[in-house]
């Protein structure tokens, strides 16, 4: 599976963004897929993550905030982030997972490359 990310990019306080992966190579509609993100000079985190079913998990930082969905036809999975707040500010990538389970593991099987999304102070 490849998988290109977009949308990043700097937001003021109170501010939205949507980022946007898309994926080629293999039936989308079959993988569990997942944003983590890095900020600097901290570990790589789960954001969210949706199910073949549409199934979401969120993370505790961002439940409330952020909604991620998926498009199957299209095979994009999507990251709404609304009322973005400084700690937001990192590297966000995609991932596809064969099972639900990267959400104990954190382990998925396939990575996109990274998209900065910046909160202003």
């Known amino acids: 599976v490849q998988l290109q990310a977009s949308g990043g990019g700097s937001v003021q306080a109170g501010g939205s963004l949507r980022l946007s992966c898309a994926a080629s190579?293999?039936?989308?509609?079959?993988?569990?897929m997942t944003w983590f993100r890095q900020a600097p000079g901290k570990e790589r985190e789960l954001v969210a993550a949706?199910?073949?079913?549409?199934?979401?998990y969120y993370s505790e930082s961002v439940r409330g905030r952020f909604t991620i969905s998926r498009d199957n036809a299209e095979s994009t999975v999507y990251l709404e982030m609304n009322n973005l707040q400084p700690e937001d500010t990192a590297v966000y990538y995609c991932?596809?997972?064969?099972?639900?389970?990267?959400?104990?593991?954190?382990?998925?099987?396939?990575w996109g490359q990274g998209t900065l999304v910046t909160r202003l102070q």
């Open positions: 949706i199910g073949v079913g549409s199934t979401t």
């Open positions: 190579g293999r039936t989308f509609a079959n993988y569990v």
């Open positions: 991932a596809a997972s064969a099972s639900f389970s990267v959400v104990i593991d954190r382990a998925p099987d396939y």
